[in-house]
């Protein structure tokens, strides 16, 4: 069973970056895709990001293409969220979940897949 902790999160004014990481415990991560999440109030759960076992694999949502990278090291066990040129709209409540695949080169933006969840971290973007 993983543990996952999510680390990184502020406040940042539109056009600035910040980087959030995902640090997992408790298993094989080699095992496992994660994905990046996020949540506003009064809104349903997105897809932000997510990345297969071995990282040869990765999708964004089409509102953050350009702007985020997503990488994963399997050795210290932990997957960044690269966001740069931050807008309001990417203000929400950023979660990092992952589930056991049994492909390597499978990535999901569907929150309904996966099965570990962190807390969360809190990503504000003000004017």
């Known amino acids: 069973q993983l543990h996952l902790v999510e680390s990184g999160g502020g406040l940042v004014q539109p056009g600035g970056a910040l980087r959030l990481s995902c640090t997992a415990s408790?298993?094989?991560?080699?095992?496992?895709?994660i994905g990046w999440f996020r949540q506003a109030p009064g809104k349903e759960r997105e897809g932000v990001s997510c990345?297969?076992?071995?990282?040869?694999?990765?999708n964004f949502a089409e509102s953050v293409k350009g702007r985020f990278t997503i990488s994963r090291d399997n050795v210290k066990n932990t997957v960044d969220l690269q966001m740069n040129n931050l807008k309001p709209e990417d203000t929400g409540n950023y979660y990092c979940a992952a589930v056991r695949s049994t492909s390597g080169d499978y990535a999901s933006l569907y929150p309904y897949d996966y099965h570990y969840w962190g807390q969360g971290t809190q990503v504000s973007i003000f004017s």
């Open positions: 408790g298993g094989v991560v080699d095992y496992y895709m």
């Open positions: 990345i297969s076992r071995w990282g040869g694999r990765t």
